[in-house]
């Protein structure tokens, strides 16, 4: 167990890091720590000095996931875009500290909402990541942009497009494919296969964004790990477990599914 363990991220939002910090410490878990906006609101910098001094003293790897609750990076509205730009560059505060692999964000492309907007959405989306971008670049670090309502690859393939940049990859999250995708799991890899850096791996049904456990839900990892190895992609794996129990039993399914054996 300890081995899969070593090569996967483990989802843990910051306000919850005072009563898991010891039991990551312990099992030498990587995080990848959620900064929300709650978060980054009542951000402690002394307290975060203090856990990456000893996340850094474990030999932990780290990642981040960024706030996205009600923004809106894409916005037409430009108040809106830059609020929700102002909100996400809090989190490259905290980079000088953490050193994290990744940085995972949302671009929010929903075309329930963008209505007929797609030129629209991605030239207000490129001026935002475009900025966000450099910052990565300065702090040596990579934004991860994932998948959410995304019904196919598209749109999100046209903004790495045209973004073009080393500093900035699309992190697959399988979950959220099963629900809201309408395109098999194939195109998306052809579309998006050169861009994969990040893997956020839970599951469900395909009704709604339920974060069960790996291999409980009726997503076919072993489809996708097959993928993987045909285009010789070996991305940061996250597994984004809502509690501990979903936690332990998505690292035993995978190691009875023998996904990582590639790895």
Same mark, same amino acid.
């Given at each position: 167990?300890?081995?899969?363990?070593s090569?996967?991220? *483990?989802?843990?939002?910051?306000? !919850?890091?005072p009563?898991?910090?010891?039991?990551?410490l312990?099992?030498? !878990? =990587?995080p990848?720590?959620?900064f929300?906006?709650?978060?980054l609101?009542?951000?402690d910098?002394s307290?975060?000095?203090e856990?990456?001094?000893?996340?850094?003293?474990?030999?932990?790897k780290?990642?981040?996931?960024?706030?996205?609750?009600?923004?809106?990076?894409?916005a037409?509205?430009?108040k809106?875009?830059?609020a929700?730009?102002?909100?996400?560059?809090?989190i490259?505060? !905290?980079?000088?500290y953490?050193?994290?692999?990744r940085?995972?964000c949302?671009?929010?492309?929903?075309?329930?909402?963008? *209505?007929d907007c797609?030129?629209?959405?991605? #030239? $207000?989306?490129i001026?935002?990541w475009?900025?966000?971008? %450099?910052? %990565?670049?300065?702090?040596?670090?990579?934004?991860?942009?994932?998948n959410v309502?995304?019904? #196919?690859?598209?749109?999100?393939?046209?903004?790495?497009?045209? !973004?073009?940049?080393d500093?900035?990859?699309?992190c697959?999250?399988?979950?959220?494919?099963?629900?809201?995708s309408?395109?098999?799991?194939?195109?998306?890899l052809?579309?998006?296969?050169?861009?994969?850096?990040?893997?956020?791996?839970?599951d469900?049904f395909?009704?709604?964004? #339920?974060?069960?456990? *790996?291999g409980?839900?009726?997503? $076919?990892?072993?489809?996708?790990?097959? #993928?993987?190895?045909?285009i010789? *992609?070996?991305?940061?794996?996250?597994?984004?477990a809502?509690?501990q129990?979903?936690l332990?039993q998505?690292?035993?399914?995978?190691?009875?599914m023998?996904l990582f =054996?590639?790895i």
């Open positions: 167990m300890q081995d899969i363990l090569k996967v991220q *483990v989802h843990i939002p910051f306000h !919850l890091m009563q898991y910090q010891e039991a990551i312990q099992r030498k !878990l =990587n990848e720590i959620y929300s906006h709650y978060a609101k009542n951000l910098k307290k975060c000095i856990t990456a001094k000893l996340f850094a003293g474990a030999g932990l780290l990642t981040f996931h960024g706030p996205f609750m009600d923004l809106r990076p894409g037409l509205d430009d809106i875009r830059q929700s730009l102002d909100r996400i560059k809090q490259f505060d !905290l980079v000088p953490f050193h994290p692999l940085i995972v949302h671009p929010s492309f929903d075309d329930r909402y963008y *209505v797609d030129d629209l959405w991605l #030239e $207000s989306s001026k935002t475009t900025e966000l971008v %450099a910052l %990565a670049k300065d702090a040596k670090t990579i934004i991860a942009l994932e309502y995304d019904k #196919e690859p598209h749109i999100l393939r046209r903004l790495f497009d045209a !973004l073009s940049s500093s900035i990859c699309f697959f999250d399988t979950g959220h494919f099963n629900v809201f309408y395109t098999p799991l194939n195109i998306w052809q579309e998006l296969g050169k861009y994969l850096g990040q893997l956020h791996l839970h469900n395909g009704l709604k964004d #339920e974060h069960l456990p *790996v409980n839900g009726n997503f $076919s990892f072993n489809e996708l790990f097959e #993928e993987l190895r045909k010789k *992609v070996k991305p940061v794996i996250t597994l984004e809502h509690d129990a979903d332990w998505s690292l035993e399914n995978i190691k009875n023998a =054996n590639f």
